[in-house]
């Protein structure tokens, strides 16, 4: 069973970056979402990656500030986001679903996802 990992969360002003990651055994074979959901918010997707890198889908709100890869060598998929806003503010989980998809309707469609990881929360406030 794949276990997911998340880390990299914390504090940080506006403006400002983090670097999340989501680890575990075997992750390459698998399409990875980064997900977040805020207090009495949905759960909504913010990129997603194909296996090996095959593609990329992102959310309107966070394209040239967040940017999602894979390092193979560490079965890890990283988030690195820049330019913080209050708004990106939201428990961060990582997801993979058996499908192996990474399209815009399955970043759109959380439901689609049958592994998750614990999450890891992000504040962004001065």
């Known amino acids: 069973q794949l276990q997911l990992v998340e880390s990299g969360g914390g504090w940080v002003q506006p403006g400002g970056s983090l670097r999340l990651s989501c680890a575990a055994s075997?992750?390459?074979?698998?399409?990875v979402a980064w997900f977040r959901q805020a207090p009495g918010k949905e759960r909504e997707g913010v990129a997603s990656?194909?296996?090996?890198?095959?593609?990329?889908n992102y959310r309107f709100s966070v394209r040239g500030r967040f940017t999602i890869s894979r390092d193979s060598a560490e079965n890890t998929v990283l988030l690195q986001m820049n330019d913080l806003k209050p708004d990106d503010s939201a428990v961060y989980y990582c997801?993979?679903?058996?499908?192996?998809?990474?399209?815009?309707?399955?970043?759109?469609?959380?439901?689609?996802?049958?592994?998750w990881g614990q999450g890891t929360q992000v504040t962004v406030s001065s």
């Open positions: 075997g992750l390459d074979h698998y399409a």
């Open positions: 990656i194909g296996k090996g890198g095959i593609g990329t």
């Open positions: 997801a993979t679903n058996g499908a192996g998809a990474w399209s815009s309707y399955y970043l759109n469609h959380p439901e689609q996802y049958d592994t």
